[in-house]
């Protein structure tokens, strides 16, 4: 008997030999998404373009950089800016407590 369907895209996951543009229906970013590369293969930039178009869409976006990608932060600014969310756009970041936004546990 056939396997039942797994979803997943052979692309995505790093086993198609030829190169053509790849697409990924929404229905399946409501799950998580993991991206692995070495350096400098674009796992950034991928996240990026994520992240623009459910800025553009209306979503709701959190993004944890641990590595504070100062290019990364510039263009989520100006995609809020660009899709009218800019008074939705908050920084956390405890290294710069004059623009970051605060939270208290207690």
Known sequence: ???????????????EPDEAPVYM???????????LGTTRVG??????ILITQDIRRGDVVIVFDPKGDADLL????AECKRAGREQQ????????????ARYNAI
């Open 1 to 15: 008997a056939p396997l039942p369907p797994v979803g997943g895209k052979p692309a995505l996951h790093g086993v």
């Open 25 to 35: 229906d929404l229905g399946e970013r409501v799950g998580h998404t993991l991206v």
């Open 43 to 48: 796992k950034t930039r991928l996240a990026e």
């Open 74 to 77: 510039r263009r989520m600014y």
């Open 89 to 100: 756009f908050y920084l956390f970041h405890l290294g710069h407590p004059d623009i970051s």
